[in-house]
């Protein structure tokens, strides 16, 4: 199979695309797979090292107020479908597929504008931008929340997959992970908190806070926290004023490279609601505490964490609470740890929203648009 790959700006939206383009690998060994981002994208960090090649074609989103910003938006807006399509006159794929972020659309534009089958992923709750502009030609809509159908326009295009996720957080169980990190078995109940790879000044807070006032006094409690490259230096020196440091039951990093291992062994994981991090909580049957960034477009982030927590899988806590009442946050992780038929039914609950063959039910569909497409243009040569 011959296929482009497009998605950019976060990491879920990349890590879905090299998900997708590795099942496609390992299913047709023979298969030609490139990427296609931007040139300061993080895609450019993720696929490096990658057997595929990334092409840039450069885009912008619109910024809410009048700039100079937005004038050099529009024109990259001009310019950036016709080098799509010498990119995709170039590899000629037999498919395109999309995974989100502003790239996508004169990707897959250029590409139905010049019949080439095209598929989307949208991990979010509620569609994207990118997947709201491009459904109308799309060949296939892929869905990680089988309830983003009821935002779309043609809902009869869509097919609820889940989120392909790459390898590591279904290799290894709680049992294993906690025999591993506590070989001793000194520790009864295990926290894991994070809110990403740079960090976030509010998580940082709200998780020291909870140490301080009730992790540090609990001493069957280990609690691991990571707060990100931007806020180290700043959430070590409040670590360090709070008396954190000479707690054998609390630990700060500025980054998690055992993450599967980590979230295996932990009871509860209190982190953001981000949808790829949703569905890796979702593959481990993970109780959680979500704090939704505010900060990101649309509120996904929220309304995420709101679909899990009307379904019983997930306990959600806004930033903007914390400051009316730090207290309530700690209360609401104190409750959940104690209550443990509480946490097995989120468990139980966070696990409906896995599907573990995501991947594979992606590459299967792909593979029937690339075989109707070849068939398609076998009977017009005819």
Same mark, same amino acid.
């Given at each position: 199979? %011959?296929?482009?790959?497009?998605?950019?700006?976060?990491?879920?939206?990349?890590?879905?695309?090299?998900?997708?383009?590795?099942?496609?690998?390992?299913?047709?060994?023979?298969?030609?797979?490139?990427?296609?981002?931007? /040139?300061?994208?993080?895609?450019?960090?993720?696929?490096?090292?990658?057997?595929?090649?990334?092409?840039?074609?450069?885009?912008?989103?619109?910024?809410?107020?009048?700039?100079?910003?937005?004038? %050099?938006?529009?024109?990259?807006?001009?310019?950036?479908?016709?080098?799509?399509?010498?990119?995709?006159?170039?590899?000629?794929?037999?498919?395109?597929?999309?995974?989100?972020?502003?790239?996508?659309?004169?990707?897959?534009?250029?590409?139905?504008?010049?019949?080439?089958?095209?598929?989307?992923?949208?991990?979010?709750?509620?569609?994207?931008?990118?997947?709201?502009?491009?459904?109308?030609? +799309?060949?296939?809509?892929?869905?990680?929340?089988?309830?983003?159908?009821?935002?779309?326009?043609?809902?009869?295009?869509? =097919?609820?997959?889940?989120?392909?996720?790459?390898?590591?957080?279904?290799?290894?169980?709680?049992?294993?992970?906690?025999?591993?990190?506590?070989?001793?078995? %000194?520790?009864?109940?295990?926290?894991?908190?994070?809110?990403?790879?740079?960090?976030?000044?509010?998580?940082?807070?709200? *998780?020291?806070?909870? =140490?301080?006032?009730?992790?540090?006094?609990?001493?069957?409690?280990?609690?691991?926290?990571?707060?990100?490259?931007?806020?180290?230096?700043?959430?070590?020196?409040?670590?360090?004023?709070?008396?954190?440091?000479?707690?054998?039951?609390?630990?700060?990093?500025?980054?998690?490279?055992?993450?599967?291992?980590? =979230? /295996?062994?932990?009871?509860?994981?209190?982190?953001?609601?981000?949808?790829?991090?949703?569905?890796?909580?979702?593959?481990?049957?993970?109780?959680?505490?979500?704090?939704?960034?505010?900060?990101?477009?649309?509120?996904?982030?929220?309304?995420?964490?709101?679909?899990?927590?009307?379904?019983?899988? +997930?306990? *959600?806590?806004?930033?903007?609470?914390?400051? /009316?009442?730090?207290?309530?946050?700690?209360?609401?992780?104190?409750?959940?740890?104690?209550?443990?038929?509480?946490?097995?039914?989120?468990?139980? +609950?966070?696990?409906?929203?896995?599907?573990?063959?995501?991947? %594979?039910?992606?590459?299967?569909?792909?593979?029937?648009?690339?075989?109707?497409?070849?068939?398609?243009?076998?009977?017009?040569?005819?």
């Amino acid at each position: 199979m %011959k296929v482009l790959m497009t998605g950019g700006g976060t990491g879920g939206h990349v890590n879905p695309a090299i998900a997708i383009a590795d099942c496609i690998a390992e299913n047709e060994p023979g298969s030609e797979i490139a990427f296609v981002g931007t /040139a300061r994208g993080i895609e450019n960090k993720l696929l490096a090292g990658s057997p595929y090649p990334l092409y840039h074609v450069e885009i912008r989103g619109l910024k809410r107020s009048l700039s100079l910003s937005n004038l %050099k938006t529009a024109y990259y807006v001009l310019r950036a479908p016709g080098k799509a399509k010498r990119l995709l006159r170039d590899f000629q794929p037999e498919l395109v597929v999309g995974t989100g972020g502003y790239v996508c659309w004169p990707v897959l534009k250029a590409a139905q504008d010049m019949g080439i089958p095209t598929a989307l992923h949208e991990s979010n709750a509620v569609p994207g931008v990118a997947v709201r502009m491009l459904e109308k030609r +799309a060949d296939r809509i892929f869905l990680n929340f089988e309830e983003a159908a009821e935002y779309l326009k043609y809902p009869q295009k869509a =097919m609820h997959t889940g989120n392909p996720l790459r390898g590591g957080f279904s290799a290894i169980d709680r049992a294993q992970a906690r025999r591993k990190l506590d070989p001793a078995g %000194k520790y009864a109940l295990r926290i894991l908190s994070f809110g990403g790879s740079m960090g976030a000044e509010r998580v940082n807070d709200m *998780v020291l806070t909870l =140490m301080r006032d009730y992790v540090a006094g609990n001493k069957k409690i280990y609690h691991l926290h990571a707060c990100g490259a931007i806020e180290r230096d700043l959430c070590s020196a409040q670590y360090a004023d709070m008396g954190l440091s000479r707690c054998e039951n609390t630990a700060l990093e500025e980054y998690i490279y055992d993450m599967p291992e980590q =979230m /295996a062994a932990a009871d509860l994981v209190i982190c953001r609601a981000g949808a790829m991090t949703l569905s890796e909580l979702a593959m481990q049957n993970k109780a959680c505490l979500l704090i939704p960034s505010p900060n990101v477009t649309g509120n996904h982030q929220l309304k995420n964490a709101q679909a899990l927590e009307r379904a019983g899988a +997930a306990a *959600v806590f806004e930033e903007k609470d914390f400051a /009316a009442d730090p207290d309530r946050f700690v209360r609401t992780a104190a409750e959940l740890l104690t209550d443990g038929g509480r946490r097995q039914a989120m468990e139980k +609950a966070i696990g409906n929203f896995c599907v573990p063959d995501a991947k %594979k039910r992606i590459y299967k569909e792909l593979r029937r648009l690339a075989d109707q497409s070849t068939a398609s243009r076998a009977q017009k040569k005819k």
